[in-house]
């Protein structure tokens, strides 16, 4: 039965659809006798490739034959590295050229990676093995003898094969449109996610970097600064009552190395805490949550409805998640109550956190959500926000689910 939103157009013998949809499906358009704008676009498409597949060619050889050349110097291997590179721009020229003349939508390849922690040597690796490249310098040496028969088939087609012209355009093209996605469509799906998996792991080095400089400078700070004036202290008060000095002095250095040990005790446990807290370990995500909500200058209502325990690391990165989210409440949002909702939906778990402040959050003002967003990204997790202005916010992060490993008996 025919799908009435594909549904031919009789009036003029030409599917609605073309232009739309026949790029994301596989089946190729059928030949049309009409000379329609859609023939005419094939037309033109078929007799623009001739001049500028002589362009791709000769860039593509002369690339490839000084590069190979020049590899007993050291400006062989760039030079075919940033020639693959150039490739990937004639590749997306081409793209753009069949999306408009063609119809043939298909996405782009995934750009290749920014972040080059070795320099000059992993943007040449990077360059050397990137597939897009190659594939668009064969397109390019390919194309060529069969833009010079196509060329050489419709020049004269429109003036002696008039008739049938239409015929001979769409068949034409439709070998276009199966190179051009074959050559300069991804490859697979597994390029794309090697390209943000490389992505991501840079972020989870910087992030790893970042709190570790935070831990560092938090010890240095606080409790590291608060145990040296201690050690002084105690140093004082001993040096007094050696002396035989045991006056109301030494009592006052010992009543403030006491209150030094304890505000460095707290500050040690606040940091142990952020690193992560002992609650989380020893009692779940509901209650760690639980405790962090308690913290918070709004009332929160916490409702975590989960049949087991995620790994810990999937539970590390909730907690800190909602902890954030939180302190990003009692900070800036002035709502007068909030909730945290968290449950497990097929193999993904799932956090909620509203409030009924001001909205107006987003992942672009300075909140801590882009780098909230970086993280969950990082481990295949999604992050959304919703924050009208005056309507409060929602968040709503999606983590994978995975199992935590079964304790082992001795």
Same mark, same amino acid.
């Given at each position: ?39 005419? &676009? ?80 992993? +943007?040449?690796?990077?360059?050397? &093995?990137?597939?897009?490249? +190659? ?104 040096? &007094? ?89 009692? &900070? ?79």
């Amino acid at each position: 039965m025919t799908d009435p939103l594909h549904a031919p157009d009789i009036t003029d013998g030409v599917p609605d659809d073309i232009d739309d949809a026949e790029d994301d499906r596989p089946v190729l358009p059928p030949a049309r006798f009409a000379f329609d704008r859609h023939t005419w &676009k094939e037309i033109a498409y078929l007799l623009s490739s001739f001049p500028l597949a002589v362009l791709g060619f000769v860039y593509a050889v002369t690339m490839l034959a000084l590069g190979a050349g020049l590899t007993v110097t050291v400006i062989g291997l760039p030079l075919i590295a940033g020639g693959l590179r150039g490739a990937r721009l004639l590749g997306r020229a081409e793209r753009a050229r069949a999306r408009a003349l063609l119809g043939v939508r298909i996405e782009e390849p995934s750009p290749l990676p920014v972040r080059n922690a070795g320099g000059f040597f992993a +943007w040449l690796w990077n360059g050397l &093995k990137d597939p897009v490249g +190659w594939r668009a310098v064969l397109y390019e040496v390919i194309r060529l003898p069969w833009s010079v028969l196509t060329f050489a088939l419709v020049l004269p087609s429109l003036l002696v094969l008039w008739p049938v012209l239409p015929f001979i355009a769409r068949g034409l093209t439709n070998a276009d449109r199966a190179m051009v996605r074959a050559l300069l469509s991804p490859s697979d799906e597994l390029e794309r996610r090697i390209a943000e998996l490389e992505s991501d792991r840079g972020v989870v080095v910087d992030t790893a970097a970042a709190d570790l400089r935070r831990i560092e400078r938090d010890l240095h700070d606080g409790a590291q600064a608060r145990l040296v004036n201690l050690a002084m202290g105690l140093g004082l008060a001993k040096e &007094k009552l050696l002396e035989g000095q045991a006056d109301a002095s030494v009592a006052l250095m010992i009543d403030e190395a006491h209150g030094e040990v304890k505000i460095a005790l707290q500050e040690l446990r606040d940091l142990a805490r952020g690193i992560h807290p002992a609650v989380l370990t020893d009692r779940g995500l509901d209650a760690a949550l639980s405790s962090v909500a308690s913290r918070c200058t709004v009332p929160v209502k916490v409702t975590a409805e989960l049949p087991a325990r995620p790994a810990e690391a999937i539970e590390g990165i909730a907690y800190f998640t909602v902890s954030e989210l939180l302190q990003n409440i009692s &900070k800036h949002s002035r709502a007068t109550q909030a909730s945290v909702d968290v449950w497990r939906s097929g193999d993904r778990l799932m956090l909620q956190v509203r409030d009924d402040g001001v909205g107006g959050a987003s992942l672009d003002k300075g909140t801590g959500m882009s780098g909230l967003a970086e993280r969950l990204g990082a481990v295949d997790g999604l992050f959304v926000v919703e924050s009208p202005e005056g309507e409060g916010t929602t968040v709503t992060a999606e983590l994978p689910w995975r199992d935590r490993p079964a304790l082992t008996k001795g």
